[in-house]
């Protein structure tokens, strides 16, 4: 089991800047593959990024593909989601998650482990 914890979400001119970060609990976090997704009023939650065990590899949505990096500090037991130029259509929930397999799938079924979220606001 894991808990995950969000933090670094706010309000933000459009082309701004913002880090998200992601504290989980527990001494197994390299075993588990971490992403981002996010919700929009009204819209699903949608896939952001996902990150590898050890961080080797990475996956992005196309929306974000660019603007977005996502990276992971397993001594700190910490992912993070570094957002750049960001738009007013990047407004959202912002979710970070945890699943034990190691494939980077863009589905949010299968994901186990969720945080509570933290709001992004992109103003224009």
């Known amino acids: 089991q894991v808990q995950l914890v969000e933090s670094g979400g706010g309000l933000v001119q459009a082309g701004g800047s913002l880090r998200l970060s992601c504290v989980a609990s527990g001494r197994t976090f390299s075993t588990y593959t971490m992403a981002w997704f996010r919700q929009a009023p009204g819209k699903e939650r949608e896939f952001v990024a996902a990150?590898?065990?050890?961080?080797?590899?990475?996956k992005y949505a196309d929306s974000v593909k660019g603007r977005f990096t996502i990276s992971r500090d397993n001594a700190k037991t910490t992912a993070y989601l570094q957002l750049n130029s960001l738009k007013p259509e990047d407004t959202a929930i912002y979710y970070c998650s945890a699943r034990r397999g190691s494939t980077l799938v863009p589905a949010r079924g299968n994901y186990s482990y969720w945080g509570q979220g933290t709001q992004v606001t992109v103003s224009s």
């Open positions: 990150i590898s065990y050890y961080g080797d590899n990475t």
